[in-house]
């Protein structure tokens, strides 16, 4: 048993999280895998445990707008609004007061920039206490319902003048359906999954549900179950949380980067991909660092990389320094909000994928192992 297997192990035995998967790859292939824990009463965790990948989703996503902006479908700076109809019809709430919320015209039209870095104005509850405060006045359905009308969220800022984590990768991707005339999962499976060989990635697991991890939230006397599954048959699967997946067939993305779009004999993306995928987006503006969680339930407050100053790539947080004793400035991370997590090196080469599935996200006794997780692995394989 290695340290890193010894790591996870005590984890899962202190109940710091109620199971794992987790792998570690460079360019070339798998340098480590290992799994603790119950998946559910049948089997225990292993290379087979499929997870629900929540906002690990936006990461594919992602990538898929990013095919098209190479094809020259479309490019960032490209208005929402040309492309997806009714787009423009969202408005900013500037408050909510005893008459309800008020509403005006945005200052300037949304982009796919925007959408891809969070600088849209669309927001998660979970993270936004005025779009939390909405919802609570205006429980209408929202982006977990299956239905189109899901995404009406209204802005919570002008686009650009603001970051706050939210839905923009759906929206993003709803722009890729309307350009190519594929449905999103099927453009997905064509062009990502099918050359990157992810045969253990999935919209709908009803064949393989003997496989799928239990969903738990922590309590204070335990673990208890939770229902926490991605809208099965969707008017549309959106691209910021609706996929599930192992914790190897996720690695094949990050080697995806490491190899900048290049998966065995196949190139999924090119240069100009690679650079926006991996460069800041954002300019000289900085993501907050914390983000406040506004439902502790839901998430925990989230420090990225023990505070480091982050910025927003079209795909994912970069860190713009390193991390003593851990990963490279410029390394690329994010997670799923129950608690599946990944970061890609691409300096020393070196990504890794870890994979529970319980609440809340970024969980500190949890966040505790996956930091000394990450020590032994420069520890290991880049000393």
């Known amino acids: 048993m290695s340290i890193l297997d010894e790591i996870i192990a005590g984890g899962v035995e202190r109940q ?6 987790a792998t570690v790859v460079d360019s070339k292939g798998v340098l480590w895998e290992g799994s603790a824990g119950r998946a559910n009463a049948q089997h225990a965790a292993g290379p087979e445990t499929v997870f629900r990948l929540w906002s690990m989703t936006k990461a594919i996503g992602s990538i898929a707008a990013m095919i098209m902006v190479e094809r020259g479908a479309m490019s960032l700076e490209t208005p929402v609004g040309d492309v997806v ?15 309800g919320p008020v509403f005006r015209q945005p200052r300037r039209r949304a982009t ?5 870095t969070h600088t849209s104005g669309l927001a998660y509850a979970a993270f936004d206490q005025k779009m939390l405060d909405y919802q609570t006045a205006f429980p209408e359905p929202d982006h977990t319902s299956g239905k189109l009308s899901g ?3 209204p802005l919570m800022f002008d686009p650009g003048e603001g970051f706050t984590y ?18 999103i999962d099927r453009f997905v499976t064509d062009e990502i999954m099918s050359p990157l060989e992810m045969e253990n990635s999935f919209f709908e697991v009803d064949t393989v549900r003997e496989r799928l991890v239990d969903a738990v939230q922590r309590q204070p006397d335990g673990y208890v179950p939770m229902a926490a599954s991605p809208p099965s048959n969707p008017e549309f699967y959106g691209m910021g949380h609706s996929m599930y997946g192992t914790a190897s067939d996720y690695a094949k993305m990050t080697r995806l980067v490491l190899n900048k779009g290049v998966f065995g004999e196949h190139r999924v993306f090119g ?7 991996t460069t800041s987006q954002i300019g000289g503006q ?20 023990d505070g480091l100053p982050m910025t927003a790539t079209a795909g994912f947080f970069r860190n713009e320094a390193a991390a003593p004793g851990k990963r490279s400035a410029g390394s690329l991370t994010w997670g799923g909000y129950m608690n599946t997590h990944y970061w890609i090196d691409p300096e020393k080469n070196v990504a890794a994928v870890v994979m529970s599935q319980f609440c809340p996200f970024y969980d500190p006794p949890f966040m505790a192992v996956l930091d000394q997780f990450e020590r032994q692995v420069y520890n290991l394989y880049r000393p």
């Open 16 to 21: 710091d999280m109620p199971c794992v998967v």
């Open 85 to 99: 109809p009714g787009f423009d019809e969202l408005q900013v709430c500037e408050s909510i007061g005893p008459d």
């Open 112 to 116: 796919l920039r925007h959408l891809l």
């Open 151 to 153: 995404f009406n969220y």
């Open 166 to 183: 939210g839905i923009g990768v759906d929206w993003a991707c709803r722009m890729v359906q309307c350009l190519d005339g594929r449905t």
């Open 271 to 277: 240069d100009e991909a690679y650079q926006l995928l």
């Open 286 to 305: 900085l993501i907050p660092n914390p983000i406040v969680s506004c439902i502790p339930s839901v998430s925990a407050d989230i420090e990225l990389l």
